[in-house]
Structures are given as structure tokens and as C-alpha cells.
Nanobody
Framework: QVQLVESGGGLVQPGGSLRLSCAAS????????LGWYRQAPGKERELVAL???????TYADSVKGRFTISRTIGMNTVSLQMDSLEPEDTAVYYC????????????WGRGTQVIVSS
């Protein structure tokens, strides 16, 4: 089992930047992918970005070119640099970790709120 704790959320004006971080602990040797999902009010949780142990990245089309995901070598921290934020980015952002076989028992953080508003 992997424990995840997010930090870095808050209120930012449109066009601004925020950096989210997630501290991971537990069975890190088994983790293959770390990432971020988000859930806006009244909407389903959606993928934002993923990064694998071999540094392959995946981004939602809506954040490509604006968000950058990174991780530490030991897979104990995953960060999300968010630039050019838009009101549509307002959501609760959840940290995610998964180990093979993928999708069978992922770990989730409790979430951190991001509000983009003037």
C-alpha cells in the first residue's frame, strides 16, 4: 500500500501559476506510475497527467503546454507545475499511484483544492 499526501493548492488569478506536490510513502519499490487527476463540481474525476518510472508522460489535451509533471528518482514525490491557469482548471486535484497489475488497486490522496478566479 502507498500513502499519498498532496500540498500546494490555493486560489490564483487566471493566467497565474501554482505548483502541486505529493509526498508518497510506503511500498514505493512497487510503484510504476504516479500522477494527478482532478474533479470539478458536478463532473467526473478526470486524468490530468501521469509519469512512469521510466519517465514516460501522459497529459490531458486540455493541459498540454501549460502543465508539467515531474517526479523524484525514488518515486517518493510527484509534482505538477501549472502555468497559464484558466477558470476551467478549478477542481480538487488528487494524487495517484499505481503498481502492476495496473488499475487493480491504485492509491489516492485526499485531494487539494485549486481555485482559479479573479
Amino acid at each position: 500500500q502507498v500513502q499519498l499526501v498532496e500540498s500546494g493548492g490555493g486560489l490564483v488569478q487566471p493566467g497565474g501559476s501554482l505548483r502541486l506536490s505529493c509526498a508518497a510513502s510506503g511500498r514505493l519499490f512497487s510503484v510504476y506510475v504516479l500522477g494527478w487527476y482532478r474533479q470539478a463540481p458536478g463532473k467526473e474525476r478526470e486524468l490530468v497527467a501521469l509519469i512512469t518510472r521510466d519517465d514516460r508522460t501522459t497529459y490531458a489535451d486540455s493541459v498540454k503546454g501549460r502543465f508539467t509533471i515531474s517526479r523524484t528518482i525514488g518515486m517518493n514525490t510527484v509534482s505538477l507545475q501549472m502555468d497559464s491557469l484558466e477558470p476551467e482548471d478549478t477542481a480538487v486535484y488528487y494524487c495517484h499511484a499505481d503498481s502492476p497489475p495496473l488499475g487493480t488497486n491504485p492509491s489516492w490522496g485526499r485531494g487539494t483544492q485549486v481555485i482559479v478566479s479573479s
